[in-house]
Structure formats: structure tokens, C-alpha cells
């Protein structure tokens, strides 16, 4: 029996106790093994980072996307376009009749490289004359741009020699004349090979993703964690009209970050837009809506804000490495480009670049518009159908 002066007092609790500490080990593993998410996160995470980075992050551009205008169409000019090919840093997609062909297949971003040999190709060589093809480069990648420029030079300096040693050898190690090919390189775009006009007009796309995806990524998920999203399911409101509704205020908000950035690219770093601005500021809309679509279904599937946080790193990881915004995609493997495919921001860095620094038009970028429009229907479906009012 206790006494009077203990009665009143609490037992005294030990500096350590292993059956509290085991009791709060065992709570969390139950609280981990219930949270899935939680649970995939060691094993996820370390399959993404180390496959994104493992072949998406290559500097070394091979395969080059080349045309070829072959104006003297001889054995001489298809073994120089030999030596364009065995380089393996030129792949020749086909060949076209005129200069203009060649102009809009870089417009389209179909090919970065033309190749240029002229009518006299043939006869200069067999006189003994310098003659002088012609490389198109699309410099809009500086990095692919530098590529093929000194991979241009290198194979004229392969096929001088080539040719040296055969005409050697007809004269018996004697020749009065020398061929030799000199390849001159056009850079169309940017000339100077600027990284900064590669990379800034990229940066728009990509700050306007990540701030309409954070914009909307939690919006459902803060009605979750502050229990109002109760008062809601209550009402007669509709999943659409609930989804929409939401959207609609940060649309405002993201378009404002949209016009920011872009005012920051032409008066701040002086990249002015070279196609028509009133287009840009139309596909700009869409891809707003499309990140605040991505955005809204990360919030139906997300329960915490956490959640929510986790799944928004696995859409911007993928969206940086993959997207051509900093490592050119020619550059990786085909099954990892493929994954590019499946990113809006592709589409749109695409379509930045084409109307800020080659000045195209939509005749050149209605494939990549049309993308853009489809992924945000679907997105935003798959948002409107994912939300269930109730509190599962």
C-alpha cells in the first residue's frame, strides 16, 4: 500500500525503456508497411535515378539526322557520302532535290545536319582542283551543332587524304596536283553557337512546368489533410464541375509565370522572338493547361502533400533528362528517346525553339501542337475520372 506522500505522484519513468522503445519501432514499421508509396521509394527511386542518368546524360552525339543534296550524283560524290556515313557520326536519313528541302526539313526538326555537293564535284577532283562542299548545320544545339561542324571537317580531311594516295598512286608516286576537299560549314540559327540561346528559351517550358505543377499538385491533397475536402462530398457539386473549378484560378496565376519568363528571355538576356509571337502565346495557353492537368491527377492519387511531392519528382526528373532541355536526345539509346516521346514538355521545347530562334510557323509545329492538345485532354479526363467524392 502507498503512502501519503507518493499516492498523489506518478511512478518514475527509467532514462530508457526497451519494451516503449521496441513498442515505438514496431508502430512505425506498421505505419511504413501500410504506406505503400513509402515502401516503393527504396526500390523505385534507385532503378530512375540510375537508369536516367546512366543513358540519358551523354554528351557524345553520334547519328547525326543528315540530308543529302547530291547535285553531281558520280562515284566520286557517293564515295565522299561514304565517308559521311562510316564516320558514324552522320546518319543519312535520305536525299532531297533542292536547298529548300533541306530548309524544311531543319524547320521541322527533321534532320540537323544537310549536305551540300556541288555539280563540278567531280571534275575539280580529277583536275586536281579544291573543291567545296557545303554543310548545313542546325545550330540551335550548340552541342550537336559543334558535333557535326568538327565531325564535318574531320571527314573532308579523311577523304583529301584518300584521294591524295589514289591519285599517288596513278601517277607513280608522283602528282603536279593535289585534290583536296574543304568542306564549309553554314550555321543556320546561331551562328556563334550560343549555349545561352539554346538554354534559355528551354528554361521557359521548364519553369512553367514546375510551377503549375506545384500550383495544382496539392490542391486536392490540402483539401484531403485539412478534412475539408468532407464538406465538398456533401454538396451536389459534380467531379467536372469540382476539378474544373479548381483550375481555373491557377490557369490565371501559371499563364502570368509563362508571360514573366518570356519577357525575362527577350529583354533581359536579348533573345528576341524570331516567329510570330501571337502563336507562341497561343501554344504557351495550351502547355498550361496541360502541366495544370499533369498536376491535378498527381493530386487525385496523392493522399499527403508528401505523396504528392514524390510523385511530382518522378514527372520532373524525367522531364529535364529526357526532354532535350540540356542533353541532346540523339545522343541517347532509342528505347530511352522513346521515353521522351511520352513527355509534353518534349512537344513544347520543340515548339519554343522553333518560333523563338528558327521563326517557324505552324505549318512546322502542327504535329507537336496536335500532341500537346491530346495529352491535355486525356490528362485532364483521367483527372475528372480519378476523383470520386468520397473519402477513399
Known amino acids: 500500500m502507498r503512502s501519503r506522500e507518493t499516492a498523489g505522484k506518478a511512478p ?3 532514462l530508457f525503456s526497451w519494451k516503449r522503445f521496441t513498442a515505438i519501432v514496431k508502430k512505425e514499421f ?13 526500390i523505385m527511386m534507385p532503378i530512375v535515378m540510375m537508369f536516367l542518368f546512366g543513358y540519358a546524360v551523354n554528351t557524345e ?31 543519312i536519313d535520305g536525299y532531297v532535290g533542292n536547298e529548300q528541302e533541306i530548309q ?7 534532320i540537323k545536319v544537310g549536305l551540300i555537293i556541288p555539280a563540278d564535284f567531280d571534275r575539280k577532283i580529277q583536275r586536281g582542283e579544291v573543291v567545296a562542299p557545303q554543310l548545313i548545320v542546325d545550330g540551335t544545339d550548340p552541342t550537336t551543332a559543334r558535333t557535326a561542324f568538327n565531325s564535318g571537317m574531320l571527314v573532308s580531311e579523311m577523304a583529301t587524304r584518300e584521294l591524295l594516295n589514289e591519285r599517288l598512286s596513278r601517277m607513280g608516286g608522283l602528282a603536279l596536283k593535289s585534290p583536296s576537299v574543304r568542306v564549309t560549314a553554314k550555321i543556320w540559327f546561331n551562328p556563334e553557337m550560343q549555349s545561352v540561346r539554346f538554354t534559355i528559351p528551354a528554361l521557359i517550358g521548364l519553369i512553367l512546368q514546375n510551377i503549375t505543377l506545384m500550383l495544382t499538385a496539392f490542391a486536392l491533397v490540402r483539401e484531403k489533410e485539412r ?19 479548381k483550375l481555373i484560378p491557377y490557369v490565371a496565376i501559371g499563364y502570368l509565370g509563362f508571360l514573366f519568363a518570356l519577357s525575362i528571355c527577350m529583354f533581359w538576356f536579348g533573345i528576341p522572338v524570331a516567329g510570330s509571337l501571337p502563336l507562341l502565346l497561343s501554344i504557351g495557353f495550351l502547355f498550361v493547361l496541360c502541366s495544370l492537368a499533369m498536376g491535378m491527377l498527381i493530386s487525385t492519387f ?13 514527372v520532373l526528373l524525367p522531364s529535364i533528362l529526357l526532354s532535350g532541355f540540356i542533353f541532346p536526345r540523339e545522343a541517347m539509346p532509342p528505347f530511352i528517346a522513346a521515353i521522351g516521346y511520352a513527355i509534353p514538355l518534349t512537344y513544347f521545347l520543340e515548339i519554343l525553339r ?30 475528372i475520372l480519378r476523383f470520386r467524392k468520397s473519402l477513399d
Not at 524544311?104 to 527533321?110: M, P
Not at 496523392?302 to 518522378?314: G, H, K
Open 61 to 91: 552525339v553520334d547519328q547525326v539526322p543528315t540530308a543529302v543534296l547530291d547535285l553531281n550524283r558520280t562515284a566520286e560524290s557517293r564515295a565522299f557520302i561514304e565517308h559521311f556515313s562510316a564516320s558514324g557520326y552522320f546518319r
Open 302 to 314: 496523392a493522399r499527403t502533400q508528401l505523396q504528392a511531392m514524390m510523385a511530382m519528382v518522378f
Open 104 to 110: 524544311d526539313a531543319v524547320n521541322a526538326d527533321v
Open 30 to 42: 506498421i505505419q511504413v508497411r501500410r504506406d505503400r508509396i513509402s515502401m516503393m521509394m527504396p
Open 227 to 245: 478534412s475539408t475536402i468532407e464538406q465538398l462530398i456533401v454538396t451536389p457539386i459534380r467531379s467536372f464541375e469540382l476539378i474544373m473549378g
Open 12 to 14: 518514475r519513468r527509467g
Open 354 to 383: 522553333g518560333i523563338v530562334l528558327k521563326g517557324v510557323g505552324m505549318q512546322f509545329l502542327w504535329k507537336n501542337t496536335l500532341m500537346l492538345g491530346g495529352f491535355t485532354l486525356v490528362i485532364l479526363s483521367l483527372a
